[in-house]
């Protein structure tokens, strides 16, 4: 098992280390120190970095041999199978995935059974269709050994389906989290590594707790009128129609999570050549989000000198935080497009996806508006809010997206922005417009999505120049 061996191979590599520095110190040092060719305090400091860099070396080995067990043991024989199911489980966030990960993982790939209820209303939300776990025996033989005040955590299941300390004798094992139990018949128990039971177990009750968020937040926007007038509410924040600014053409994309959302967005023109663009998103989700949202917009609106950046990011700052809500602050992205001096002024506040996309002779490239201010709101802000500068020319696109584009993951957990496929999109589509460009990456999201429940709200502006 892999804690068994990696106690042995930490334990050989004490004792290794030990080893070689006694044979350092009996074999290399005296014979320095008697030829005294060189100074005590050298003898001192050749024998010191010597055996430093001896231990350095020795770590490094330990670490990969450390790892290289680990991988053999949980990615290889049986114990894949739970490893496979454990990593699709971290990101799986509706009882539909859940459901599907255990058809294609447990009951295809490991020919376990697999039964899943919820004891405290005595339903049954999910069984492989097999004779072992429809049958009535084996639904009354549970429920009388595995009732609803049943503790939470994680059991050996034995062949008379009762609990089993012994993981040899074992014939599957079962988890307990607030009242659901999860039963998995699977007849080679015994050769999975115990090791790597209890993160399954960590990440079912991970799991657990997302979808009861998730579905609390969707039931209340779904059912509550008050959230749906909210909802109203914070659109009429952003733009209706975007306005019609000379050599600029922008288009827009808003999709909440739930009816209401923390993203925001806004075009704000400034004079005939100068606009000011602004995207953001405020920590969290719910009413104090949208709250925080709205108040944001407006404090933007009302401030007289749209030049000042750091003043809009100082009124900003001092706005969120004198409405004393915990924990809420913004990530921000203000920029003033010049389409005289072909320029684009801006302080991005911890934006992670902010970009320009210019041609160049070999195609278009993508140069990211990084970011130069913390997040506003709930921090300090340093004495001096720092505004960079971009060159602009025609053609050029300006992205500015939620990280709710980035961050969305493929059935394997690969986020979209790491991808070549994103940087290919964005080159692309830079030849269209505005409109065709952000329907080209909303296409993107939601196939690489796999057309499933988002996970995030989705918000994105693009900006073009024109002739």
């Known amino acids: 098992m892999y804690k068994t061996k990696h106690r042995v191979v930490s334990l050989a590599a004490d004792f290794l280390i030990i080893a070689l520095i006694i044979c350092l110190t009996i074999c290399i040092i005296p014979p320095v120190v008697k030829d005294k060719a060189y100074s005590p305090f050298f003898t001192w400091v050749t024998s010191t970095v010597l055996i430093i860099s001896v231990l350095f070396v020795l770590k490094k080995l330990r670490v990969s041999i450390d790892t290289n067990l680990k991988n053999k043991m949980l990615l290889s024989g049986e114990t894949a199978l739970l490893s496979r199911f454990l990593e699709r489980l971290k990101f799986c966030y509706s009882y539909d995935e859940f459901y599907q990960i ?31 776990t429809c049958t009535k025996n084996t639904m009354l033989t549970l429920q009388l050994n595995f009732d609803a005040d049943w503790k939470d955590g994680f059991y050996f299941l034995g062949g008379n389906y009762g609990v089993v300390r012994d993981q040899r004798k074992a014939r599957g094992f079962f988890m307990v989290n607030k009242g659901k139990h999860l039963y998995v018949f699977c007849r080679y128990t015994r050769l999975f590594d115990d090791s790597v039971f209890a993160p399954v177990y960590d990440e079912y009750c991970n799991f657990m707790k997302r979808t009861f968020t998730i579905n609390n937040l969707a039931d209340i926007a779904s059912l509550s009128q008050e959230w749906q007038q909210l909802a109203n509410t914070q659109r009429s924040f952003l733009p209706a129609v975007m306005p019609q600014i000379d050599k600029l053409e922008i288009a827009a994309y808003f999709r909440p ?23 953001g998103d405020v920590s969290g989700k719910g009413l104090a989000a949208a709250l925080v949202m709205g108040l944001v917009i ?17 009124a900003v700052d001092k706005a969120i935080k004198g409405m004393h809500l915990q924990d809420k602050y913004t990530v921000l992205f203000l920029g003033i497009v010049d389409t005289l001096n072909m320029t684009i002024r801006y302080v991005n506040a911890s934006m992670s996806d902010p ?11 993508v140069k990211p508006l990084t970011s130069n201010c913390s997040v506003v709101g709930i921090i300090d802000l340093p004495d001096t809010i ?31 922005g790491n991808t070549q496929l994103y940087q290919d999109t964005l080159t692309t589509s ?14 993107l999201v939601l196939s690489y999505n796999g057309n499933k429940k988002l996970h995030d709200d989705v918000t994105m502006m693009v900006a073009k120049i024109v002739r």
């Open 102 to 132: 255990i058809g294609e993982i447990l009951e295809v790939e490991g020919d376990c059974s697999v039964l899943y209820i919820d004891r405290k209303k005595n339903y049954v939300l999910y069984n492989s269709p097999d004779r072992l």
């Open 257 to 279: 999570l739930i009816n209401v959302s923390g993203d925001y967005y806004s075009v704000l023109p400034i004079s005939k050549t100068k606009t000011l663009l602004m995207l």
């Open 298 to 314: 407006n404090t933007i609106k009302i401030l007289e000198d749209k030049d000042d950046l750091p003043g809009m990011i100082r």
């Open 355 to 365: 970009v320009i996309i210019t041609k160049a002779a070999d195609g278009y490239r």
């Open 386 to 416: 720092e505004v960079s500068e971009q060159r602009l020319f025609r053609g050029d696109v300006i992205l500015m997206a939620s990280d709710g584009v980035s961050e969305v993951m493929d059935d394997n957990g690969v986020e979209l």
């Open 430 to 443: 830079a030849e269209k417009s505005p409109k065709e460009f952000v329907d080209d990456v909303v296409h």
